[in-house]
């Protein structure tokens, strides 16, 4: 199937790491390249989130070579989320189904376990401290810099494959060489910066709040997000406008900050770490990226970041750079493994999802930092679920599909707006028909003419209406 074909990929991310895993198990000599020295023998690097929430989507790509298990042992279970208000009251609003749950996975660690199982692959190379520059499209020749301190004269490297697989993240070298053709890009930054803070275990060794739950303080503006970890704390992620991070220059001003919004965040995390944990980094922008197509004949193909980088908001930019793994190789499976037929088709397939889930992840902010603190929005997730308990075969609740399906994203969107529409229609049809009953009981009672066994009826009827006024 491999016909001995020799592939490079660039970047020994996840994405990187895990599609060496799928090329070697089908034959072919895989070559990866990653700048970085080998993140198996050194410490955590600071500042990068060190865990994140993966999902069905990631799961199944992880499943094919035999990681799925292991990641689900050390994974934490996250079953819904816990809303945090300022008051100090917490409400928690599920994901999905009694079942249905996120995992809080160790980023780094996951990292390394795909790369120690791409290692183990007798065909796969890894060869880290080597930066991509450059490369030919049209014979896949590319060009590598070595990049380890020890060898200051940047010593330069060049190799020659079937085909490159460009891996290496949302600023992708890989996709700047795409970009010289006929090629469609964009990248946004949101106005919304990120900085991590950590809640460490309680004094006797406990975790400081219910670990399995994804922990939000919303705030409309700004949130902050908590996910569990293996060692008993938890990391926080606040998600804020770079012009509020500004203001906050000093320890006292950060103090003031968090005791007036996140009261009884300021509590968990300890007002000493705060503010030395503030300060440690400056906050870190976001960015999505969309591209289109996703490859240059049968020569270059991107995956994951550099295809398309997202904001994080739906904790899917991972689960998707995963599933562009399997679904790849659904692909090239049915297409006999010829590059140039299934390059193309995963473009044309995938570059759509690519663009979907980034619009999906901008706007699951909006729900995330404002909408989950709405009775309205509430109200629609009850609805939600008791449509989906009654009808599951055809209604499945937008996040479901995202987070428990592998819906492509773009059908969750079609899917989601028609579900949405019909829903709508269907609450203003059940208003209209409460307000014409509502008014013939009102005129009968008006008349006196209203039976003893109808006025529960009445009742009830105003119950519903003051209630659905309260929601709106
Ligand atoms: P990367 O992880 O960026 O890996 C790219 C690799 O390529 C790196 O090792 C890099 O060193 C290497 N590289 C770069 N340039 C070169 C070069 N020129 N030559 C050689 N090597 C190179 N996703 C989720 O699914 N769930 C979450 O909960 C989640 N939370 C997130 C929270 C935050 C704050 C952020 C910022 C992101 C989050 N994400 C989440 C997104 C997720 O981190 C990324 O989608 C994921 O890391 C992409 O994987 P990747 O392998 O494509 O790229």
């Keep these: ?13 996840p994405v990187g790491a895990l599609n ?21 023998k050194t410490e955590n690097a600071v500042g990068r989130s060190i865990n994140l929430a993966l999902s069905l989507r990631g799961i199944e790509a992880l499943k094919e070579v035999g990681l799925d298990e292991k990641v689900k042992a050390l994974g934490i279970p996250m079953r819904a989320r816990m809303i945090h208000l300022v008051n100090g009251k917490c409400y928690p609003v599920p994901y999905g ?54 060898l200051p004269d940047k010593e330069e490297v060049t190799i020659t494959s079937d085909a490159i697989f460009g891996c290496d993240g949302a600023h992708s070298a890989v996709r700047r060489q795409l970009q010289k053709r006929r090629f469609d890009y964009s990248q946004q930054y949101i106005p919304h910066g990120y900085k991590e803070l950590t809640i460490p275990p309680t004094e006797d060794g406990k975790y400081a709040m219910p670990a399995n739950y994804l922990h939000i303080w919303p705030r409309h503006e700004f949130m902050l997000i908590a996910l569990p970890n293996q060692d008993m704390s938890f990391t926080c992620t606040l998600f804020m406008a770079f012009s509020i991070f500004d203001t906050l220059t000093t320890e006292q001003k950060v103090l003031d900050f968090f005791r007036e919004v996140f009261p009884s965040a300021v509590d968990l995390i300890g007002e000493e770490l705060l503010k030395t944990d503030f300060f440690l980094l400056p906050p870190l922008p976001m960015v999505t990226v969309k591209a289109s197509p996703y490859h240059y004949k049968d020569k270059v193909v991107l995956f994951g970041d550099a295809a398309h980088a997202c904001v994080p908001f739906y904790g899917q930019g991972l689960n998707a750079g995963l599933e562009d793994v399997l679904v790849f190789h659904e692909i090239l499976e049915k297409h006999n493994y010829a590059f140039d037929v299934a390059f193309s088709a995963f473009s044309e397939q995938r570059s759509k999802d690519g663009h979907a889930v980034a619009d999906l992840s901008h706007q699951n902010y909006i729900e995330m930092r404002s909408s989950v603190t709405s009775s309205w929005f509430l109200f629609r997730k009850k609805v939600d679920s008791l449509l989906s308990f009654l009808c599951p075969s055809v209604f499945t609740p937008k996040y479901e599909m995202v987070a428990f399906t592998r819906t492509p994203y773009h059908k969750v969107i079609e899917k989601s707006e028609l579900q949405y529409k019909y829903v709508n229609y269907g609450l203003a049809a059940l208003c209209v028909l409460m307000f014409i009953g509502g008014s013939r009981l009102a005129w009968k009672a008006h008349k006196g003419e209203l039976h003893m066994s109808e006025l529960p009826h009445l009742e009830s009827l105003l119950a519903i209406k003051n209630r659905f006024q309260n929601l709106v």
């Excluded at 060496?20 to 990866?32: E, N, Q, R, T, W």
């Excluded at 790369?115 to 060869?127: K, Q, R, T, Y």
């Design 20 to 40: 060496a895993c799928y090329l070697s198990k089908k034959g072919y000599i895989v070559d990866l390249y990653e700048s970085r020295s080998d993140i198996r």
């Design 97 to 150: 189904k009694s079942g249905q749950h996120l995992l809080s996975v160790d980023r780094m660690k996951l990292n390394r376990d795909v790369l120690s199982a791409a290692s183990e692959f007798p065909n796969v190379d890894l060869h880290f401290n080597h930066k991509f520059v450059s490369c030919d499209l049209a014979t896949a020749k590319s060009t590598f810099v070595k990049t380890s301190p020890q």
């Design 1 to 13: 199937m491999a016909d001995g074909k020799r592939v490079t990929i660039v970047g020994g991310g």
